[in-house]
């Protein structure tokens, strides 16, 4: 009986290579694209709980991606996005102008894009709205069954395609884990610990010490206080502060701040009334996260500290300059894309914000220690108010508060590190992630003989996506152990000490230069003080210097010029007039053309890093596929915790707007 069915797999797994289909956005993709990729799509059915296969089927879609030539094929890698984003997001990420000797597999992990995209019914495109969280109520069990989202069975349904995706004899098997990925990845690697042979995680989660009871206190405001400590160390950064009464640049940040927050900072309140609120503060703390966090704002996270340096000196300039800054992020605009609402713009990559609430308020809310309490959200604002910056944790501690059901700990992947496995692993973590600590991730690896552990300097979250700021050295070395795992990649020679040694205060780079010219209107990162301005030498002497001796003898010491000098020619006159006619013509045209620059360069920058895809109703054809019975640890079905009763929200006028994920802020377009 076992031969037949071998037999019987391995014919599936042929017809299974025939049935790539155009895949369910393929009029979306560009045609300059499809001519350097061949782009196509399946959709796999699996069990909706891996523990009943012959029970309910969800969809399973997975993109591929080839290089349309005929090149050699190095590797066949599986990409493991963030938290609640297709895979299909990552298309223009692994699809650069010149492809690479790679075959990508880009799946939509189970409730987002194309694979049963969890949305709710509603249209206030928030998740902590009362329609929102009655559907999530009533679909804990039944109807959509929240309860089977989770990770464990995310890594049930990777295995699932694995063991049906055919790839060329001798092709190495890779996965790459992003951010959230990376618990995937490592969860796919506990329950299956020798399938693959090599996995690389970006900035790697560790599934033990990983936690968002209280993610402002334990990542995000330590990642900023960092940053600001680099500030100074450096003498221009450090001296604006100083200069105006500061120990350090924290405790100027933290003044503003705070100031702000309750409506008394003389700049905001004098210059800008409109935006002295609570909220607008907020929205300016959350824009540290945003910045440290997404790879495409590399070069604009100092510009952080000139801002907070002009709210402090808050002269004519710096008034200038911060109106334009405050246009540029689009400040009154600044909140949570709606992911979770069928027919809006952004929706067109399927991100689903519902999937990623169910796994963070229960596989990354448990506290590493059983039995911990998990803070309130009225106990995180409160200490939110003594924070550079401020991201999820309240709101995401309001949501479970009011009745948004969460699966117990039995059905979650937290604690579940990888077994001792031949898999050869690296992990790459950002010396400055706001989002993922490398000490944790570190800290994992160094009990794993087979895994490789760097820190990418001055690094922000997600190293993958840093091509995009011009630094290929973290991407350079992925695909290195992608294709070569067996030589220490902690041992390859990078360009991260030419490329990144600190963060760019003097404005150095030109990419630096150019967001400071569009967020503040002048290549300048700081206010010009006294005391960060380095005064220049003394001229020399030169033959035309005005003469200082009493030269024509009338002991007068007045630098009287001989009489003989006194008188200037005619020519000289004209010359000198026709030299300032055009002197000044040349000046008018320099002024037009710095107007036209500064206005064309005044308009928002489209924030939205996401490849847009709209909605389409087609799928690529379903294929039946064996039964699955992948090997999980939790050998049980569980039932969500419907949690307390619904109540109605806070006061807004009490508490701050709740921000469901400052992760999908977007300047507004």
């Not at 009362?130 to 295995?159: E, F, P, V």
């Not at 009225?378 to 501690?397: C, F, K, S, W, Y």
């Not at 059901?405 to 690296?426: E, I, K, L, M, W």
């Not at 003080?529 to 001796?549: D, G, H, L, M, Q």
């Amino acid at each position: 009986m076992r031969l037949p069915c071998l037999l019987f797999v391995g014919l599936v797994a042929v017809v299974t290579s025939q049935t790539f289909g155009p895949c369910p956005y393929d009029s979306l993709i560009p045609n300059s694209k499809k001519l350097l990729y061949a782009i196509d799509c399946i959709t796999i059915p699996v069990p909706l709980d891996p523990l009943v296969p012959a029970g309910s089927q969800i969809n399973f879609v997975l993109t591929r991606i080839r290089p349309a030539a005929v090149i050699p094929i190095q590797a066949q890698v599986w990409v493991l996005n963030e938290l609640g984003e297709p895979g299909n997001a990552l298309l223009d990420t692994f699809t650069p102008s010149t492809p690479l000797e790679f075959e990508f597999i880009l799946p939509d992990h189970r409730g987002t894009g194309y694979s049963n995209e969890l949305a709710c019914p509603d249209t206030t495109q928030n998740t902590a709205s009362t329609q929102c969280l009655q559907w999530a109520r009533s679909n804990a069990d039944t109807g959509t069954q929240l309860r089977h989202y989770t990770i464990a069975n995310a890594a049930a349904d990777l295995k699932a395609a694995i063991d049906l995706v055919p790839r060329v004899a001798g092709r190495r098997l890779v996965l790459h884990g992003l951010g959230y990925g990376t618990l995937w990845a490592q969860r796919f690697l506990q329950l299956h610990p020798n399938v693959v042979q090599a996995v690389t995680l970006d900035g790697p989660l560790n599934p033990v010490t990983y936690n968002l009871a209280d993610p402002d206190g334990a990542y995000l405001d330590p990642t900023a206080k960092r940053m600001y400590a680099r500030c100074d160390a450096a003498p221009a950064c450090k001296a604006t502060f100083t200069s105006r009464g500061f120990a350090t640049t924290e405790s100027a940040v933290m003044k503003v701040l705070n100031d702000w927050r309750v409506g008394s900072d003389n700049c905001i309140r004098t210059h800008f009334p409109q935006f002295n609120t609570r909220a607008h503060a907020e929205r300016v703390s959350t824009l540290h996260y945003i910045w440290m966090d997404d790879p495409q704002f590399y070069w604009h996270r100092v510009l952080l500290a000139g801002v907070f340096a002009r709210l402090v000196n808050c002269g004519a300039s710096d008034v200038v300059a911060l109106d334009r800054f405050f246009n540029q992020i689009q400040i009154s605009n600044l909140t949570a894309a709606p992911f979770t609402v069928k027919d809006n713009a952004i929706q067109q990559t399927r991100t689903s914000l519902v999937l990623a609430k169910n796994i963070q308020l229960s596989d990354e809310i448990y506290p590493p220690t059983p039995g911990a309490a998990v803070p309130s959200a009225v106990q995180l604002r409160q200490l939110d108010l003594n924070r550079i910056t401020t991201g999820e944790g309240a709101a995401n501690a309001e949501l479970r508060e009011r009745g948004f059901p969460v699966y117990p700990a039995s059905a979650s992947a937290r604690g579940h590190v990888p077994t001792t496995t031949t898999t050869r692993v690296f992990q790459l973590g950002g010396d400055y992630d706001p989002a993922a600590i490398v000490s944790q991730s570190q800290s994992l690896a160094s009990t794993q003989p087979s895994w490789f552990s760097s820190v990418f300097p001055v690094g922000p979250h997600l190293a993958t996506y840093l091509p995009r700021a011009g630094i290929t050295c973290a991407f350079d070395v992925f695909i290195q152990f992608w294709t070569d795992s067996s030589v220490d990649p902690t041992t390859r020679k990078t360009c991260w000490n030419s490329q990144l040694t600190d963060f760019d205060w003097n404005l150095a780079n030109d990419r630096t230069r150019n967001a400071a010219v569009q967020h503040f209107g002048v290549s300048a990162l700081f206010p010009i003080t006294v005391a960060n301005v380095i005064p220049a030498p003394p001229a020399a002497p030169t033959a035309a210097a005005v003469v200082t001796s009493d030269d024509d003898n009338d002991n007068d010491n007045d630098n009287d010029v001989d009489d003989d000098h006194s008188a200037m020619s005619s020519s000289a006159i004209v010359g000198v007039v026709i030299g300032a006619v055009l002197g000044c013509l040349i000046l008018l045209c320099c002024l037009a053309a710095l107007l036209y620059f500064m206005k064309k360069s005044k308009r928002p920058v489209n924030y939205n890093k996401q490849l847009a895809y709209s909605q389409h109703t087609t799928y690529p054809p379903v294929y039946t596929s064996p039964p699955i019975s992948p090997t999980l640890v939790a050998a049980q079905s569980v039932v969500m915790a419907p949690g307390p009763p619904m109540v109605a929200p806070p006061s807004p006028t009490s508490i701050l707007v709740p921000y469901d994920n400052p992760k999908t802020y977007g300047y507004a377009q």
